[in-house]
């Protein structure tokens, strides 16, 4: 072998093993999957709507949806994303109708149905508030990998800390990505009519 070839022998082995290394490595702490596969969010479920309709999985079949975790108690960040959803509904005009919106309760304590249905009503006809027994709430809430906490306060009282993203799910119910709403609801509309 020549000796003007050896130090690219030696510095080709050198990054192929380097190469090799890294790529274990991005194996064993997880980071190489699939990025066609779908994320693993959502799942079935069985909760109840403000006017006592049950409303599981199922439901989300055929139409894209959005679904919000929250809190009838939620002093701002649920309020103002309501809000700005029912703004991106207002703006699909009779497209609305063939969109689902949820607002899923992360406080089942307080979130009766009679709750959702008084809280709701400051908001677009179309959403539906969710809420349930402990349990349901904490299968819905694992399913979605939606964190949620009940964090005391000095009187006593009690609020929750979230997740708040709003979760695109496509006609067939499986996750498309979160729905960003820090754009005007002309721009949330146009994209939200992509999935009907």
């Known amino acids: 072998m020549p000796r003007t070839a050896r130090p690219l022998v030696i510095f080709t082995a050198f990054a192929a093993s380097l ?3 890294l790529v274990v490595m991005l194996w064993a702490v997880g980071g190489l999957r699939s990025v066609t596969a779908p994320a693993a969010i959502g799942g079935p479920f069985q909760l109840t709507d403000q006017s006592g309709q ?3 999985d199922k439901d989300l079949k055929g139409k894209p949806t959005l679904i919000f975790f929250g809190f009838t108690h939620c002093p701002d ?6 809000f700005e959803m ?3 509904l207002r703006a699909m005009g009779k497209d609305a109708d063939r969109v689902n919106t949820y607002f899923v309760s992360v406080d089942p304590e307080r979130d009766t149905q009679a709750a959702m249905k008084d809280y709701l009503s400051s908001f677009d006809p179309h959403l539906k508030g969710l809420t349930g027994d402990p349990a349901a709430i904490a299968k819905v809430l694992s399913e979605y990998r939606v964190y949620a906490k009940k964090v005391p306060l000095k009187d006593g009282d009690y609020t929750m800390d979230h997740t ?4 695109l799910m496509d006609r067939d119910g499986r996750f498309v990505s979160p729905f960003n709403l ?3 609801p002309d721009e949330g509309a146009t994209d939200l009519k992509r999935y009907l």
């Open 19 to 21: 190469m090799v290394g």
């Open 54 to 56: 049950i409303v599981t």
């Open 77 to 82: 960040v649920c309020p103002t994303s309501l």
């Open 86 to 88: 029912s703004e991106v």
């Open 164 to 167: 708040a993203l709003i979760y």
């Open 182 to 184: 820090k754009r005007t």
